[in-house]
């Protein structure tokens, strides 16, 4: 299954990068997905309808973003400062 949190600390990696990394980011949100063997499309696809996925995509209090993959794993990173 996959989690935004990290099981043993309970906290979030990807907010805790965008901490160190950032500065001091007034909103931050994520968008995680599994897509084996989806292209980039297919993925952006899903996250669109998606309701929650597709507000933060379209949440113009996100100045923003980064996309990294890894294997199977896309995480979408949002900011705004």
């Known amino acids: 299954s996959l989690d935004h949190r990290d099981p043993g600390s309970g906290k979030n990696p990807a907010f805790e990068m965008a901490k160190s990394c950032a500065g001091k980011a007034a909103v931050a ?3 995680l ?9 297919a993925i ?3 996250f669109m309808a998606s309701s929650t996925h597709r507000q933060n995509i379209q949440n113009r ?3 923003k973003m980064g996309v990294g993959c ?3 794993i896309c995480v ?6």
């Open 33 to 41: 997905s599994r897509g084996m063997g989806m292209t980039s499309r």
């Open 29 to 31: 949100g994520e968008n």
């Open 44 to 46: 952006h696809q899903e």
């Open 70 to 72: 890894h294997e199977t």
């Open 61 to 63: 209090k996100f100045s």
């Open 76 to 81: 979408e990173l949002f900011v705004g400062f």
